[in-house]
């Protein structure tokens, strides 16, 4: 089976490898030309544009987009159309918003080409040695793409989802979830950070993670960052976010589903980024005014 891959960042680069491990003919593409060389090395068919791409398939076209979301994948995806055929397929493997899956699909199907929408996760290590996929789109595209890439999956990480939209619809509520998590878990080292108690972090972390209810891939990967640092001294506490939390909040909002712990952990991030805030300048000056209450002055 040919498969084609535009974008050779972290992620694609390793599921790349993945799928020429797994014995796949993979034809890749960047806009950085030293990736494309990198992965040509290793197996892989280079192509230095998504014409080339295109005309180097020799059956039908399975492409998998590993772009950054938003106006990226579009730009992609209405060059390339133009260079497949009715019945190939275009797999949006990157974090896009379901509303935009939704849209790029009933696009798509206009010209007869098929839009699956994968939810990727796992990270890099997932990427090249096993991900967990759930895959949304037309019976007829994700069974030819199925096998392949329950091959590229950890042991039951592949999961068809339904209709086009499902995939990254479950991702992004799998993302919600993550922000949640690791809000918590960062919310219980911090109770810890501020008691009177002297906590070895790290052994605390690989305590919790054997046996404990909150084992998890999380506190594994917390045993890791404190054995590297022992109290993340490098690190400053800013939690930027590429947009997943918003959309799942949005999305709770749209069906009126409560999730105030995934809101939260939302604007703990952008509480983050910022040093003071209008809105505690606000409160203090409340207490002040009716209490007296001191202020902090600048
Ligand atoms: O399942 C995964 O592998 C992660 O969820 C991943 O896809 C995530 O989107 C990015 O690591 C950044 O996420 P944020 O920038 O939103 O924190």
Known sequence: MEIGLVGLGKMGFNIA?????KGYKVIATDTNADTVNDIASKGAKGAASL?????????RRAVILLVPAGKIVDQVISELKTHLTEGDIIIDAGNSMYKDTLRRYEELKADGIHLVDVGTSGGTEGARYGICAMMGGDEDAVNYLAPMYESISVKDGFMITGRAGSGHFLKMVHNGIEYGMMQAIGEGFEILDKSDFDY????????WNNGSVIRSWLMELMINAFSKQPNLE???GVMNSSGEGIWTVEAALDFQASAPVIALSQFMRFRSLEDDTFHGKVVAALRNEFGGHAVVKK
Do not use: H, P, S, W
């Open 234 to 236: 490098d690190i400053r």
């Open 51 to 59: 014409e080339e791409l295109a005309g180097a398939f020799t059956g």
């Open 17 to 21: 490898q993945n799928m020429l491990d």
């Open 200 to 207: 070895d972090y790290e052994a605390v972390a690989k305590v």
